[in-house]
């Protein structure tokens, strides 16, 4: 997740630029023909009438009365956007396994004119699922917004993990959001310029050696996302995806397994309330894809057009650490 300790062992650069610069060439040329075939799809759908809301910048959603759903509302980036949200006379539902928790919260933002609604679930169970959007609809009336922001991690390398890790992440991380977008689609059909909004990681556009599971469970969470886009347009839902780096949570302090080596200090990461603050823009400015923290920006980007280059360097990376095991 932190980029910097990788700088600390980079390659001769002379000869990873090298080969890194004939890769990207190689993709280059790869992509060109690729994109010729997407120009031909993308004025196919445009003769076909669909219209790609990810595309719509001018668009501003007010969250004042908008009825928001948010996930993994008990900590970290979930807690903060409900607190924001709820400031900006959003009207609340806020779900997560601790009660206590979401009690607390809900209490702390009770003010006259705000609206909060704990609801405490797992996001794992269909019928907790069901529980929580019958008690929306019933108490709202329906929704705006859901955010799927509920998550877990597990650091560790795979050959070391287990069959149950792996399921329990792609179970949280994935089943969980997809099953509970399923469920939301017909309530948001009838919502206020109504929107799906997926917490997802820079680990979902960038795989990285011991957050494995993870980055498969965030990868697929984007795969949804991106397909689901041009799906939902048909019932006027927008479907934004947010990929954040490290942030300063309990992800790391809840995490499946905790096995790595590269030491990941989550207490440098990004404030949540910058983390919230952030998402609530792109709700608003309805930004089909945002990357947030410097780190993120930085290996996404580098990885973007030398894909070689960030390979090389996790490679050496993880060569260091297990020279001695
Ligand atoms: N922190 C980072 O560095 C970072 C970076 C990129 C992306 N993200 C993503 O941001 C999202 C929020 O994570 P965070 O950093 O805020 O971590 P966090 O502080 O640990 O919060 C995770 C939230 O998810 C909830 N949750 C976990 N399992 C659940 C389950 N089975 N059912 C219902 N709720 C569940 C937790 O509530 P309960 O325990 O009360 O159920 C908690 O509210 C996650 O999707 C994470 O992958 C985090």
Known sequence: MQVAPFGASLPPISEAMDNAVHESWESAQKNWRGSVGLVKLLSLVNESGTHLHGTRTTMSRDLQHRRLLITGASSGIGRALAEQAS???????????????????????SAPGTEVLA???????????????????????????????????????????????????????????????RRCIPVLTNGVQPAIVNVASMCGRRGLPAWTEYSA??????????????????????????????????????????????????AAGMPPEDVARSIIASIQKNRTETVLGRDARWILRVNKFFPGLVNRLLVRKVGQLYAHS
């Open 119 to 181: 609801i405490p679930g797992d996001v794992t169970s269909d019928a907790d699922r069901q529980r929580t959007v019958e008690t929306v609809v019933d108490q709202f009336g329906g929704l705006d917004v859901l955010v799927n922001a509920a998550g877990v991690a597990s650091f560790g390398h795979f050959a070391d993990s287990t069959e149950a890790v792996v399921r329990q992440i792609m179970e949280v991380n994935f089943f969980a959001p997809a099953e509970l977008i």
């Open 217 to 266: 469970s965030k990868f697929a969470l984007c795969g949804l996302t991106e397909a689901l886009r041009g799906e939902m347009a048909r019932f006027d839902i927008d479907v934004l995806l947010i990929l954040p780096g490290l942030t300063r949570t309990d992800l790391g302090r809840n995490m499946l397994r905790n096995e790595g080596r590269m030491k990941i200090d989550f």
């Open 87 to 109: 400031r900006l006379g959003a009207r609340l539902a806020i779900t997560a396994r601790s009660q206590d928790k979401l009690e607390a919260l809900a209490h702390d933002l």
